[in-house]
């Protein structure tokens, strides 16, 4: 019989009771045979690893050890530079720590400047490998957590299966976890059946084994190393995910590396990063120019951009991870670990600024439109104004960490500054695109899906001309002027931990659209409505009278001024904040590109539909389970 078809049904063990477990079609399913309704299903595609092992509950030996080194992240980040072992040693007899473990996923870089050959060297050579090194789990989890713990052993011997699996434990915050279940049986036969066909199907997942890492020490709260340390490294050693690290020691190097041709990128699964919103925006500016290079476009100048072919993901460890909640409705940084090792991943809109000063005929192409300068490509936000002075202000003080985004703000929010500005935007005029319908962007988006799939001419239409006259055609060119408190470009809804509606809510990750968000100059007491309605939960801010959203492909933004004519002049401009980075041009022309890049994610399970999940998962109440799987249910106060 073919292995799809294939039923697997046994009596195990399980925390001393009896259970039936079977597995078809995908689904492994366990339901106590006493209390028949007490089941538990977990698809393969949520199940990160099966172990066989002698003992039901493996000793912590040998593993403290290895959390004594890993727990300094300061003696880590100092060899950062140095030369690391070219594999990890394999674990030593008593299933204790590797002698390497510490530094052999890193790469050493050098500080200054990027030497490709030192890079293209060391990349070739210290591929780093979890596959023979899944007993270095960090017991950390087990203390705090109580939810996984590892095994030594992987031969085929012991009547003990450990299958570690992935749980939404939390639907309110979206917020998941890896949990295991022990199954027990006498017969060695049985167990290893059981184990062949678990991991057989498990190798048949596409999931990423090979993982170009990018930590920024320097970012959030600076602990980026020890978050890593603490919670991805024994994930991806659980998943036998195979790492190289990459800890930065300057910005742009992420870029620099991602754009060294000198690096095979291809040899990887993802492109990682371990920090905030900038950190990711250099990962994916780098790898976009990459791609554009390894084409042979024009990257200042691009005709289009093209779409890279290797999927990106973003582990939260900055100061606000805006991209990281809105891709998986949490900063929690298990969560995306977890979400990047099940190895899932979807398109997300990427937004270009371009500079509409700085245009170029492309070379030997008379007819075809001149192209403006390309400055950089954004995920979250683009703002001019309040945000933007802020952005430009807090760089300062960023010795504070997050704090700064207070303080700089109380300081901008008491000046009220506004600016002026002109903005052309193409709206559509049947109202097909409302950024107020009230249709938030989840698991399966439908709308998403439908952008991909129905993408028509997604050529650059240089500022909305494509409208220009055309009595037929479905956009129309509004123009908007005045003098603006911001002007923001959201990409994605924007909500963060601060902010949990963000600009738009009803903003899409997939759909090949901005939501413009203009807030007109006004008083210090409607100021004050605006940042209460920000930080409110339920409340949004389109429904404040000075606040206007519009859904567009692309917009203009110019301001009566140039400049450059002197200091009184800039003094009348402010900046823009391209994912919490500073641009200084202003004159600029902004343009959405459908699912530019492919990111790890799972998508956010509606509340409801994660309900009926859980409901599903265990039935009829989680009392009946073994002890890892209580308290599935959280209701939202989970930490
Ligand atoms: N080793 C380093 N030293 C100095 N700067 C760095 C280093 N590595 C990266 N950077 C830069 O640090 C900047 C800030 O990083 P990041 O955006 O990740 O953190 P954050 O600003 O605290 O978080 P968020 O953007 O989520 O608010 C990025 O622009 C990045 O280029």
Redesign the pocket.
Known sequence: MDKEHEVLLNGFVIAKKRYRVYYNAGILVWEEEAAKKAKVAVPITDILSVVLSNRANPTTNGRKRWLECTNSPKAASSSSTSSSSSRSAKATSDGGPHDSSLDSDRIPVLSSSLSSTTTTNTLATSSHSNRDSSDELSNSDVRREGDFYGDGSKTIVGKYLIIHYAALVCPKTSRWRVKNVVLHNAEQRIVNHWYTRLTDDLRDQKRPKNLLLFL?????KKNALALYERFAKPLFRLADVDVNLII???????YDIVTSKGITLGCYDGLVCC????????LFNGLVARTMADLGLDVKHPPYLPKPNIPIGVIPA?????VAYCLNGTTDIKTSIIHIILGQHSGLDIAAVYDATSVKQPENQPGVRPRPQLLKLYASVLSYGYLGDIAYDSEKYRWMG?KRYDYSGFKKFLRNRGYNGEIIVNIDRDGKHDPNDGVRCVEKCSRCHRAIFGLRDSTFTGGGSSSDGDENSAEQQIVISGKFLMVNGANISCSCQRSPQGFSPFCHLGDGQLDLVVVRHTSLFNNLRLLLTMTSKSKKISDLPFVEIYRTKEFRFTTPYVGNSGAGERSRLSRWNC???VLVETNIIVESNCQLVNVFRRGIIPDRAADTMLQTMTTPSTAALPNDDKGSSCFGLCK
């Open positions: 920024n020490p320097y970012g959030g930065t020691q300057r910005a742009q190097q992420i920090g905030g919103d900038g950190t990711f925006a250099e900055g100061s606000t991870d805006t997050p994912d919490g980075e």
